[in-house]
């Protein structure tokens, strides 16, 4: 493919410009808020956030405004809500599975729970940007919806997409646009996975992906520039509008997928 070819023929720029990236992106710390909980007295919902740094809430300061509160917001007309959230920057898929895997207590306040109604994932951009191939991520990603699908029994797991990396402000082309080609041919792996998983008959577990749409609303501005407008100030990161959005689109799967019976 010519874009294997190219980034072959560019690996010298695309390894420095990744380097002054890391030396030179400021390193925004995870938001402050709760992590575990419930809102209101009777929750009929288990919700459960896995990933990244976006997942932990990164491009924010305070949970409220990140994933896990956006969601908790939209939801609370509808449902008191048992939530938790288990993420970390720099988190890939082989380090949450490894920290999956290991010994863990039943006083564990999130992987000592035995069952979670829907599971949110978001793992991917620290598999881009490292060596792993696109065919051992895949590996990789199944192997964590098949754990936490065995060891939770989720009525739905929603799989959150790699974010258009080719549209990040923080990254110089042509690294721009290597990670982005690089993240399209990881998205649609992983689309043809989930695929695969719901054609299997003996799952208890729905899977559906999560594609944030990318709609600019001010047609005077490029793409790039409504990107600076909607991410965190590192050019890196979702900031509130992004996390918004996702939290949107993860109550919409919630609710039209029927998880709850008191919704209607």
């Not at 995870?30 to 956030?49: A, D, S, Y």
């Not at 976006?54 to 994933?67: C, I, R």
């Not at 047609?219 to 909607?230: A, G, H």
Request: hydrophobic residues 40%; glycine residues 8%.
């Amino acid at each position: 493919m010519l874009y294997h070819g190219l980034s072959i023929m560019l690996a010298p720029v695309l390894i420095l410009q990744g380097l002054k990236v890391r030396r030179t992106t400021p390193r925004l710390a995870e938001p402050e808020g709760e992590r575990v909980g419930q809102t209101g007295p009777n929750p009929t919902l288990k919700l459960l956030i896995l990933g990244d740094s976006a997942a932990a809430g990164v491009g924010v300061t305070n949970q409220s405004e990140a994933l896990l509160g956006q969601i908790l917001e939209q939801l609370s007309p509808k449902v008191d809500v048992n939530y938790a959230l288990f993420a970390k920057t720099g988190a890939t898929t082989s380090s949450t599975l490894q920290a999956l895997n290991e010994p863990v207590e039943c006083s564990h306040p999130i992987l000592g729970q035995t069952h979670f109604d829907v599971i949110v994932t978001s793992l991917g951009v620290n598999d881009i940007t490292s060596s792993v191939s696109c065919g051992k991520w895949v590996q990789q990603q199944q192997q964590f919806f098949e754990l936490i699908s065995q060891r939770y029994q989720p009525k739905l797991i929603l799989v959150t997409a790699l974010p258009p990396l080719g549209l990040f402000p923080a990254l110089p082309n042509p690294l721009r646009w290597s990670l982005g080609k690089r993240a399209n041919q990881f998205n649609r792996r992983l689309q043809q996975l989930i695929f695969k998983l719901n054609q299997q008959g003996n799952r208890t577990s729905q899977f559906s992906m999560i594609t944030l749409p990318l709609d600019n609303p001010q047609p005077e501005l490029s793409m790039l520039e409504f990107m600076r407008q909607v991410m965190a100030s590192d050019g890196f990161h979702p900031g509130a509008p992004i996390y918004n959005a996702w939290a949107s689109l993860v109550v919409e799967q919630i609710v039209d997928g029927g998880v709850v019976p008191t919704f209607v």
